[in-house]
């Protein structure tokens, strides 16, 4: 991540801007391109939130100001001939004003694609990640993820094995709840177990790949490889 001190300086044009490429962190998909004065860097280097500067307006603009669709920054990036900036960031909702994860979901493209609804937040999931690569390398005592790390294949695979039955359980419990003609919020509560439920099944696949080695972008790229079919 890119450090306030060690930001790259871009040379700037004639109106005192520079074009800034919006990539998501999750899958590297353009998001949006606009424009960026010093002020703005400075902005978004000191809140980690990224700032633009508006040109219709003449003025300093947070993305998501109105929207909540702000974009945390990741990491940040200069060209080659220092005249464009590469922002990579965790996107918080559709990025474009028209509702769109990208203001390149253009009706018409080449590439087909799913009309994207509210974002999901899986780019969050590279957070949880560090986190237990971190442990991994490091292992702190006191760590859950520690404990399981150090008890090798047996530990963590038993483990999801044991969350994936959990899963199982409160998903037929919310089934069951819905066929008695309970709707929310009576459902609520089943539906809140299904959800951490699921939250333990996926932290513990996780600490199953950092066990074995297996980075989750290789899960990636099997099911990115199982969608184009």
Not at 83 to 109: I, N
Request: charge should be negative.
């Amino acid at each position: 991540m890119t450090a306030p001190g060690s930001a790259p300086q871009p040379s700037y044009g004639p109106d005192g801007l520079v074009p800034a490429i919006v990539q998501d962190a999750t899958d590297g998909r353009v998001l949006m391109l606009a424009w960026v004065d010093a002020e703005a860097l400075a902005a978004t280097l000191a809140t980690r939130e990224v700032h633009f500067h508006s040109r219709s307006r003449d003025r300093l603009w947070r993305k998501g100001e109105t929207s909540g669709n702000v974009l945390h920054l990741r990491d940040l990036a200069l060209d080659c001939d220092g005249d464009a900036l590469l922002l990579t960031v965790d996107a918080v909702g559709p990025t474009c004003h028209r509702g769109t994860r990208s203001c390149f979901d253009l009706e018409g493209a080449t590439e087909v694609r799913a009309t994207p609804g509210r974002s999901q937040g899986f780019g969050w999931l590279e957070t949880l990640w560090a986190t237990i690569e971190d442990r991994a390398t490091n292992r702190p005592a006191g760590s859950y993820t520690t404990s399981l790390l150090e008890g090798g294949v047996d530990a963590t695979a038993r483990k999801v094995t044991e969350e994936a039955t959990e899963v199982l359980i409160a998903a037929k419990d919310d089934a069951a709840a819905e066929a008695s003609g309970a709707t929310r919020p009576s459902r609520d509560g089943t539906q809140a177990a299904l959800a951490a439920e699921t939250a333990d099944l996926l932290y513990h696949a996780l600490v199953l790949m950092a066990e074995r080695g297996l980075a989750p972008s290789a899960v990636v790229e099997v099911l990115r490889a199982r969608h184009a079919r």
